[in-house]
Structure formats: structure tokens, C-alpha cells
């Protein structure tokens, strides 16, 4: 995935046009690639044992393991961040990257996000409840 969406989708055009716009090109250079790629994704939350919608949608997942959250904001705030980080661990996925287009340089919008620790239970000689460790910070 990287250098895609450097070129035509953002040197050419002017950086501020909506997500929908950029999300498409960066799929077509994506699949360009050789890159699987699916859009709107939609990711069930279950919850004593049955399946709630609740109408979460990922713009993209890329190779089938990369979670792709696209913004167009003048700043990425913390609930960008803590949507991505919700995506990851309701998917069981570990990466994710938060495109901002809204942005001069392409590379200063892209934020990685690797969720290592997820929610699965460690256990200690301490206690066996299931423990979740900090986040790395962003």
C-alpha cells in the first residue's frame, strides 16, 4: 500500500474535495496494485450472544487484514483515533491507518494504528480474570 494514493489522487487535485471522491480513487490505485479491496464494510457487534447492527461501516479493508478509516477534517481529534481502535479490536484485527485528506502533503494525514494488544484474556499465577494492557499511544 505504500505510495498509493500520492499521485493522481491527491498532487493533481486540490486536497479539501470530499471523502467519497478520494476514497474511490484510492481504491482504483489500490486495485491497480493488485490489492483486494472492500468498501463499506459492514461490522455486526455482537452481544449476549446475538447480533446487534448498529450500523458501523469501515470505508476500506485492504488485503483483507488492513482497516483504512478516511477523513476529510481540518484535524484529526481523539474520537477519529478511538473509532479506528474500535474498528480494529470489534474485527480482531491489529492494523489500521486514518487517511486525512484535508492536507498539504498527503503524508502528514496518514496516521498507523496497531492494536497489539487486543481484548483476549492473558493469564497470571496473580489472577485469571482477563486483563487488558494499555495502548500503545498514538
Not at 2 to 24: F, L, M
Not at 58 to 72: F, N, P, R, Y
Not at 82 to 110: A, K
Amino acid at each position: 500500500m505504500h505510495g498509493c494514493g500520492t499521485s493522481a489522487n491527491h498532487s493533481t487535485n486540490k486536497p479539501r474535495y470530499w471523502p467519497d471522491y478520494r476514497s474511490g480513487c484510492l481504491v482504483h490505485e489500490l486495485r491497480n496494485q493488485g490489492l483486494a479491496v472492500a468498501s463499506e464494510v459492514g461490522l455486526p457487534v455482537f452481544y449476549d450472544g446475538e447480533k446487534i447492527d448498529l450500523g458501523y461501516r469501515i470505508d476500506l479493508i485492504v488485503a483483507g487484514s488492513v482497516i483504512v478509516e478516511i477523513k476529510c477534517v481540518e484535524a484529526i481529534n481523539p474520537v477519529h483515533k478511538s473509532q479506528l481502535l474500535s474498528y480494529l479490536r470489534l474485527s480482531g484485527r491489529q492494523v489500521g491507518l486514518l487517511i486525512n485528506f484535508h492536507v498539504e502533503r498527503l503524508r502528514d494525514g496518514i496516521k498507523r494504528m496497531v492494536d497489539g494488544y487486543g481484548w483476549q484474556k492473558i493469564l497470571t499465577t496473580e489472577s485469571t480474570e482477563p486483563h487488558r494492557q494499555k495502548p500503545q499511544s498514538f
